[in-house]
């Protein structure tokens, strides 16, 4: 009888030593829910940009091209709606003098919802239907991306996910200048 208690009893501080490990794996695969939401904040410049390229055309509506930053935003993009989300729930955003917004998508119905959903009429904005503009006077195939236009040439180009992080590199960038 003693054999089998203490049978018994090893099998259950083996079972409790394996069920420890499977919660320790299990909390190792699970992702923390704090770093979860956190986005990326790198600013990367955008490859295959045409730096010194003349914007010939420009939108009605949009901010001097002597001295603008657009953000180019797709309806269609997920990281473009975190992008919106930010500028719309920010207050401190609507104070960013310079910056007008491109919309590309794929029709302007589209467009005008994707500035009404996220209330981003305070921008000036461009809803580029089929991107067409964004390609051929930017240079610009991806998104979110930022480019910055002075005296009507295409000065800087950048890929990024946080508007603050974005907003702190430019700053950076005109004091070095």
């Known amino acids: 009888m003693l054999v089998v ?3 018994a009893l090893l099998v259950m501080a083996a079972a409790i030593v ?3 490990a499977m919660f320790g794996e299990l909390a190792s695969r699970v992702p923390d829910p704090a770093s979860a939401h956190r986005r990326d904040t790198r600013v990367e410049p ?4 045409q730096i010194g390229r003349a914007v010939d055309v420009w939108p009605t509506g949009m901010p001097d091209s002597g001295d603008a930053t657009l953000l180019v935003l797709s309806t269609s993009c997920e990281s473009c709606r975190d992008v919106a989300t930010q500028l719309s729930s920010d207050p401190g955003h609507s104070d960013w003098e310079g910056v007008g ?3 590309s998508t794929a029709g302007r ?3 005008e919802s994707f500035i009404a959903d996220f209330d981003l009429q305070g921008f000036p904005h461009f809803v580029d239907e089929g991107g067409d503009w964004s ?3 930017l240079g610009v195939q991806q998104s979110p991306t ?3 236009v002075r005296s009507g040439l295409l000065a800087s180009a950048y890929v990024f996910n946080d508007v603050s992080s974005l907003r702190s590199n430019l700053q950076q960038q005109k004091e070095v200048v």
């Open 18 to 20: 394996v069920l420890f």
């Open 101 to 103: 917004l491109v919309i």
């Open 46 to 49: 955008l490859e295959d940009a």
């Open 135 to 137: 390609r051929e006077e």
């Open 5 to 7: 208690f203490g049978f």
């Open 109 to 111: 119905q589209t467009g």
């Open 146 to 148: 930022a480019v910055v």
